[in-house]
């Protein structure tokens, strides 16, 4: 290739797509958006049905398959965490439930030396993306490109969850978890559709819109390599694997996701210099942080027989509650749904619901480091799931919080015997054998100011100029809930700094 753009978006992912839009709307410049999956075009890919999501997971056309190296805390065990390969990321892969976060955990951000990060700074770039069903509002987007769906029908047993919940002193009535309060009252998951059946996906709101615009050239089905620098100043992205240039004139945006980003940035000579030189690479910029402070959502499951057949549902989980507050932030979400989400020893042939607390904050932390320095090799992921003990506790207690529910009179009639994790089971031994990921990996190349951080409050590498890195990995903490909806505001205000611009925004339908 060896051309020339303004912008390079090294990733075609919820947050590539985001930015290319974007930067076409507010700039007159042309965008070069690069991704080594295919097109968010694939029948399972545009459906918005459970089959179809399920049996994207796996399928290494539309996934990257990571997996942990063995986790002590878990027994030993090797975890899949499987992450988008294709246009629009894991957007186009998830299970499309769409949860904004605790304001509080915006807050904290701005807390580490991150200004203009608050809940207060961020909402108008939620509101900007989201086109939401129940219409817009002082909290609520009613104009972007995002189709944000309410639920239509949820099940008999999600009716029963939300009145249990209601039992047990949470508030009743039509809960907007993304609203004002986000822990306090049961509800049924919002989700990214549109008209009912076809997922709504930064590929399919933002990017698909703007394809036929002549400043904008997608390249899928090519591997990034890393970020090319001249002494420390990025001037393009090197693909694999013949070695082609994709120049930036203004700028390089490495969008590749939590664990393919800090990746990038090694193979570019960013990082930890021990660990570059072990693989051959020579450190250009010495960052300690990349790859480093890779948490993550962990869930278990507490299921149950039911009594009753339940029509299937249109997310896996319909229901949700947010709850156990620490630090102004809660530490445990449930999923809840009309399906067996459960280990396969535990599963029974008939019908069935499962509660699936989740681990919202952990104190565990991991590193992401580079497997060799070729780019088709994935990276070695080592979350350190429940290290600490803290963790463990947070889960237990969700299991019990779940059984209390299921033992209210509003499941009377529908609940039968409890399947996992089983009436005599240590809870403590079961956690470690069964938790399992949300796949929500975060923070290898963290905001802030301080020794561990990758990038500073503008998402720009330190250390180098012309370079920025958007995408969940840049969190330095965790959201309160799935990470999607997230990762879309963080590209709507990496759009508004790049171009150094509040006007953006205002066209874009956001507020000041």
Avoid at 277 to 301: F, S, T, Y
Avoid at 448 to 475: K, N, P
Wanted: glycine share 12%; proline share 7%.
């Amino acid at each position: 290739m060896n051309v020339s753009f303004d912008y390079v978006i090294a990733g075609a992912g919820t947050a590539g797509c985001v930015l290319a839009r974007r930067l076409l709307e507010r700039t007159d410049a042309t965008v070069a958006l690069l991704e080594v999956g295919g097109p968010a075009d694939r029948d399972e890919v545009i459906r918005a049905d459970i089959p179809a999501v399920t049996s994207l997971w796996g399928n290494p056309e539309v996934a990257w398959l990571h997996r942990t190296v063995p986790q002590p805390g878990l027994g030993g065990r090797e975890v899949d965490i499987p992450q988008g390969r294709v246009v629009g990321g894991s957007g186009s892969i998830n299970a499309l439930m769409y949860v904004r976060g605790n304001p509080g955990d915006f807050d904290h951000w701005r807390s580490l030396g991150n200004p203009r990060w608050g809940y207060a700074d961020l909402l108008p770039y939620f509101k900007a993306a989201e086109r939401y069903e129940g219409g817009p509002s002082s909290l609520r987007g009613g104009t972007g490109p995002l189709h944000v769906a309410r639920y239509r029908e949820p099940s008999q047993a999600t009716k029963a969850f939300l009145s249990a919940a209601t039992k047990l002193g949470y508030a009743d009535g039509d809960w907007d978890y993304n609203g004002d309060r986000q822990a306090g009252g049961a509800f049924v998951y919002q989700s990214t559709r549109e008209g009912g059946e076809r997922r709504s996906s930064t590929a399919t709101a933002y990017l698909e819109p703007v394809l036929t615009d002549r400043r904008l050239t997608v390249v899928t089905g090519t591997l990034i390599d890393r970020v090319e620098l001249a002494g420390t100043k990025a001037v393009g992205v090197r693909l694999a694997p013949g070695g082609d240039l994709v120049r930036a004139s203004r700028e390089v945006i490495v969008s590749c996701g939590t664990l393919s980003s800090p990746a990038v940035l090694m193979r570019s000579g960013i990082g930890p210099p021990a660990h570059l030189a072990e693989h051959g690479i020579d450190p250009r910029v010495i960052l300690p942080g990349v790859g480093q402070n890779l948490h993550d959502h962990l869930l278990v499951g507490v299921g149950y027989a039911s009594q009753v057949d339940l029509a299937p549902p249109e997310l896996i989980a319909e229901g949700g509650l947010f709850t156990e507050i620490s630090h102004d932030v809660p530490e445990l979400q449930f999923f809840f749904g009309p399906v067996q989400f459960i280990d396969d020893e535990y599963r029974t042939e008939g019908p069935g619901f499962t509660f699936a607390p989740v681990l919202l904050h952990p104190r565990s932390r991991g590193e992401l480091l580079l497997r060799s320095a070729h780019p088709a090799e994935l990276p070695l992921v080592n979350p350190r799931y429940l290290e600490q003990e803290a963790d463990v506790r947070v889960l237990v207690r969700g299991i019990s919080l779940a059984r209390e529910l299921a033992a209210t009179p509003a499941f009377t009639g529908i609940r039968d015997r409890e399947l996992a994790p089983g009436p005599d089971t240590d809870l403590v031994s079961y956690v470690r054998r069964s938790a399992t990921t949300v796949w929500h990996p975060v923070g290898t190349c963290a905001m802030g100011s301080g020794d561990a951080a990758v990038v500073d409050a503008e998402l720009r590498v330190h250390g180098v100029t012309g370079l920025r890195v958007v995408d969940a990995s840049i969190m330095p903490a965790i959201t309160s809930g799935n990470t999607n909806a997230p990762t879309i505001m963080i590209a709507e205000r990496a759009a508004d700094l790049i171009t150094a611009s509040g006007e953006g925004l205002i066209a874009a339908g956001g507020e000041r």
